[in-house]
């Protein structure tokens, strides 16, 4: 017998079947492929996007993205959605933010009271998910609006506008600055410490996904839902801390953003970003229907976006082509996972 690790999927191996396993044991080939294929074609219409100034602006775009993406796949792996993710970034640096300008806090005292906000937000709809039975795409989508309204009522009436600056005065921005803000010049190019958080959350994301029981009570959450609770596995638990740390990713996603810039912008976007992030996990592999997926396939989907991103502008379409561009991925990435899907059904789960 061989088992599919952190699937239960246990079937006897035949040369017949062998390289089917092989395939459904990765759910992040696809996305690896697609990502290949990206930067082949962009890399040779756009050769500077290979160099060290393109790679660190593709590699800008995918780490912010990234973290919100390996998040929000962790949850779609248990049979779960997302939408509040971009929002929560936007409200808990606003919030970050107020409490700076207006309120005279330090940036270390600020970020913690935005931190316990984000993770309050993400307890909240994860509570609201286990105990009601609403579907959490409408929880959050509610959360979003919500998060939405109050925010922009917030910045208006407190600050008189949606827009602080001018916020690297504040008592400890210097050592927020190296956390969250500092940079490297590598040639041509200029990589952000971003970069290190995008690879440090995908690092623990695929370990705890892979080796550990919470991951596998993710898979269970997603795979056999009534199975898992009958067996025991803390289904309930697990899915309020996967909304958690979905929240913690939304922080730490504004948090970058409001250091790099030293102040926040706030705007009625948001939702879009959010869709972004289930985009880019399913563009990584993970099933809309839950039970099949990885944190590292939805990184792979990053940086197949941030590619696609960079190279139609080096090319010099018009912007709205990305968005043309990404439906297409999209569409290709549906029609994959529909086979796995279909392909999942036809293996005895133990």
Same mark, same amino acid.
């Given at each position: 017998?061989?088992?599919?690790?952190?699937?239960?999927?246990?079937?006897?191996?035949?040369?017949?079947?062998?390289?089917? @396993?092989?395939?459904?044991?990765?759910?992040?080939?696809?996305?690896?492929?697609?990502?290949?294929?990206?930067?082949?074609?962009?890399?040779?219409?756009?050769?500077? *996007? *290979?160099?060290? +100034?393109?790679?660190?602006?593709?590699?800008?775009?995918?780490?912010?993205?990234?973290?919100?993406?390996?998040?929000? +796949?962790?949850?779609?792996?248990?049979?779960?959605?997302?939408? &509040?993710?971009?929002?929560?970034?936007? +409200?808990?640096? !606003?919030?970050?933010?107020?409490?700076?300008?207006?309120?005279?806090? $330090? /940036?270390?005292?600020?970020? !913690?009271? &935005?931190?316990?906000?984000?993770?309050? /937000?993400?307890?909240?709809?994860?509570?609201?998910?286990?105990?009601?039975?609403?579907?959490?795409?409408?929880?959050?989508? !509610?959360?979003?609006?919500? #998060?939405?309204?109050?925010?922009?009522?917030?910045?208006? &009436?407190?600050?008189?506008?949606?827009?602080?600056?001018?916020?690297?005065?504040?008592?400890?921005?210097?050592?927020?600055?190296?956390?969250?803000?500092?940079?490297?010049?590598? $040639?041509?190019?200029?990589?952000?410490?971003?970069?290190?958080?995008?690879?440090?959350?995908?690092?623990?994301?695929?370990?705890?996904?892979?080796?550990?029981?919470?991951?596998?009570?993710?898979?269970? &959450?997603?795979?056999?839902?009534?199975?898992? @609770?009958? *067996? $025991?596995?803390?289904?309930? @638990?697990?899915?309020?801390?996967?909304?958690?740390?979905?929240?913690?990713?939304?922080?730490?996603?504004?948090?970058?953003?409001?250091?790099?810039?030293?102040?926040?912008?706030?705007?009625?976007?948001?939702?879009?970003?959010?869709?972004?992030?289930?985009?880019? !996990?399913?563009? $990584?592999?993970?099933?809309?229907?839950?039970?099949?997926?990885? +944190?590292?396939?939805?990184?792979?989907?990053? *940086?197949?976006?941030?590619?696609?991103?960079?190279?139609?502008?080096?090319?010099?379409?018009?912007?709205?082509?990305? @968005?043309?561009?990404?439906?297409?991925?999209?569409?290709?990435?549906?029609?994959?996972?529909?086979?796995?899907?279909?392909? #999942?059904?036809?293996?005895?789960?133990?």
């Amino acid at each position: 017998m061989v088992e599919l690790p952190g699937h239960g999927i246990s079937r006897v191996a035949t040369p017949r079947t062998t390289w089917g @396993r092989w395939v459904l044991a990765r759910p992040s080939l696809p996305a690896l492929i697609g990502l290949v294929l990206v930067v082949a074609f962009f890399g040779a219409q756009a050769p500077e *996007l *290979l160099g060290t +100034a393109g790679l660190a602006d593709v590699l800008d775009v995918a780490a912010t993205l990234g973290i919100g993406a390996v998040a929000v +796949a962790l949850l779609l792996v248990a049979g779960q959605f997302d939408l &509040s993710v971009g929002m929560l970034a936007l +409200a808990s640096s !606003a919030l970050t933010a107020l409490l700076i300008h207006h309120a005279g806090w $330090g /940036i270390w005292p600020a970020l !913690a009271a &935005s931190f316990g906000g984000a993770l309050l /937000i993400g307890l909240v709809n994860g509570v609201l998910v286990v105990n009601t039975g609403l579907p959490s795409f409408l929880v959050t989508l !509610a959360s979003f609006l919500v #998060l939405q309204g109050t925010t922009l009522a917030g910045m208006q &009436s407190i600050g008189g506008s949606t827009r602080i600056e001018g916020l690297d005065d504040a008592p400890g921005w210097a050592s927020a600055a190296t956390l969250f803000g500092s940079t490297t010049q590598l $040639g041509d190019g200029r990589f952000r410490v971003s970069l290190l958080w995008w690879l440090g959350v995908t690092v623990v994301a695929t370990w705890a996904l892979w080796r550990t029981k919470f991951g596998n009570a993710v898979f269970a &959450s997603g795979g056999a839902r009534t199975a898992a @609770r009958e *067996l $025991g596995v803390p289904v309930r @638990r697990t899915t309020v801390s996967l909304f958690c740390l979905s929240a913690i990713a939304g922080w730490l996603i504004g948090t970058l953003g409001l250091v790099r810039f030293a102040g926040v912008e706030v705007s009625n976007s948001g939702l879009s970003t959010g869709i972004d992030y289930i985009v880019i !996990a399913v563009l $990584g592999g993970c099933l809309l229907a839950g039970g099949y997926g990885s +944190a590292f396939g939805a990184a792979i989907g990053a *940086l197949l976006y941030a590619v696609a991103h960079e190279g139609i502008e080096l090319v010099g379409w018009d912007a709205p082509w990305f @968005r043309a561009f990404l439906g297409v991925l999209l569409l290709v990435a549906l029609l994959a996972n529909g086979v796995v899907g279909h392909r #999942l059904k036809g293996v005895p789960r133990s």
